[in-house]
Each structure stands twice: as C-alpha cells, then as structure tokens.
T-cell receptor, first 115, second 111 residues
Framework: KAGVTQTPRYLIKTRGQQVTLSCSPI?????VSWYQQTPGQGLQFLFE???????NKGNFPGRFSGRQFSNSRSEMNVSTLELGDSALYLC??????????????FGSGTRLTVV | GENVEQHPSTLSVQEGDSAVIKCTYS??????FPWYKQELGKRPQLIID?????GEKKDQRIAVTLNKTAKHFSLHITETQPEDSAVYFC??????????FGQGTILTVHP
C-alpha cells in the first residue's frame, strides 16, 4: 500500500510570506500528526487531526495552523514566515492514537528554507 | 507532564559492540513506547515498540526493555554494524494521545 505522501519536498520562501504544506496519509488512517524537526530541537509536535478535527496542539504560535479534509488529507499553513521557521516538517499518519493505535508512519517531509 | 528525556545525545561504538540508549518519561498514563531510526536525509522509521503490559521485547539484534515503576525504557542493539549508524528517537504518548519524542541519539558505529 502507498505510504505517507508529503508535498512539496522542498520549499524556499522569503520572510513574511506564507506557505502551505500537504500530507496524504496511508489509506484508512484517519489521524495525521505534524512535527517540526530542527537539529537543535529534535521532533517538536505541532498538532494532530482526526476526522477533520484538531485534537491536540503543541506549543507553537498561532502563525502555525492546519486542517484536515474528509479524505483524511491534511494541510498545514505557516503565515508571516520567520527565519527560525526553517526546518524539516514531517507528518505522520496512524489509525487512531487515542485507541492505542500508535503505529505512526512518517512521510519523507517537506524541507522549508526561509531566506 | 509531557517530557521524554533521552540519553546519551551521542554514542560512538566499535563494530560488534553493543549500544544502549535510555529514555525516561513523566506521564504515568503512557502505555506505548516506540523507537524510531532516522538515517541521514530519510524519514524516521519505526524499528521496535513495546506496550506497558510487557517488560521486554526482542527482534533479532534489537531489544527494548521497560520499567514502568521507574518510568524508563531502553533500546539495546547487539553486534552493531556500520549500517546501524543513524539517529535514534524514543517516544511516549501523553495522556492526550500524542507522541512526544526524545531529543535523539546520534549513534556512530566504527568499522
């Protein structure tokens, strides 16, 4: 079966711009979680969506937002980009973590560079 | 709390030696403990996991042990090989159903 697909793979944006990243989960997976990965901070949780509802949110400013569609595909948006937003953004899909189905499968990530 | 502490941050071993990475967690409700391996430029991949009703789990050269009383779990890699070189992450769920990751351990296996 197809894995988790993230698009685009690479992005270069200018400070102040906004960006939208996309994640298509494994077929049948209804939960999508987003993480920011930087060399110094590891994997930082952004948010989790399940059945089009945001269930969990990490400690990121309101510039970071997301949504999930009825087909479980998810997008995350970052507005007013800052240099510090440069990172690898990973999404992970699973059946339903709250029911103990924690088998996270990660996508390849989107490498965002803000200049 | 939602902290997952991982040690060491870097680990260097000779091929054939064993490697041990340890994690502690703070949420007593955590019941699932996965380990991920991330090779350079690639996605994190699940290599082994353990649930709270089990104390140890093995899969060929890798094993995970869990001590729920002390709230810590460890990854053990025996007979290390150069291809084991990667960043390893532990994780634990919080009571809200999200996975919180440790800071990662850079494992280097020297031939």
């Amino acid at each position: 079966k197809a894995g988790v697909t993230q698009t685009p793979r690479y992005l270069i944006k200018t400070r102040g711009q906004q960006v939208t990243l996309s994640c298509s989960p494994i077929s049948g997976h209804r939960s999508v979680s987003w993480y920011q990965q930087t060399p110094g901070q590891g994997l930082q949780f952004l948010f989790e969506y399940f059945s089009e509802t945001q269930r969990n949110k990490g400690n990121f400013p309101g510039r970071f937002s997301g949504r999930q569609f009825s087909n479980s595909r998810s997008e995350m948006n970052v507005s007013t980009l800052e240099l510090g937003d440069s990172a690898l953004y990973l999404c992970a899909s699973s059946l339903n973590p709250r029911e103990g189905s924690y088998g996270y499968t990660f996508g390849s990530g989107t490498r965002l560079t803000v200049v | 709390g939602e902290n997952v502490e991982q040690h060491p941050s870097t680990l260097s071993v000779q091929e054939g030696d064993s490697a041990v990475i340890k994690c502690t967690y703070s949420d007593s409700a955590s019941n699932y403990f996965p380990w991920y391996k991330q090779e350079l430029g690639k996605r994190p991949q699940l290599i082994i996991d353990i649930r709270s009703n089990v104390g140890e789990k093995k899969d060929q050269r890798i094993a995970v042990t869990l001590n729920k009383t002390a709230k810590h779990f460890s990854l053990h890699i025996t007979e290390t090989q150069p291809e084991d070189s990667a960043v390893y992450f532990c994780a634990a769920p919080t009571s809200y159903g999200k996975l919180t990751f440790g800071q990662g351990t850079i494992l280097t296996v020297h031939p």
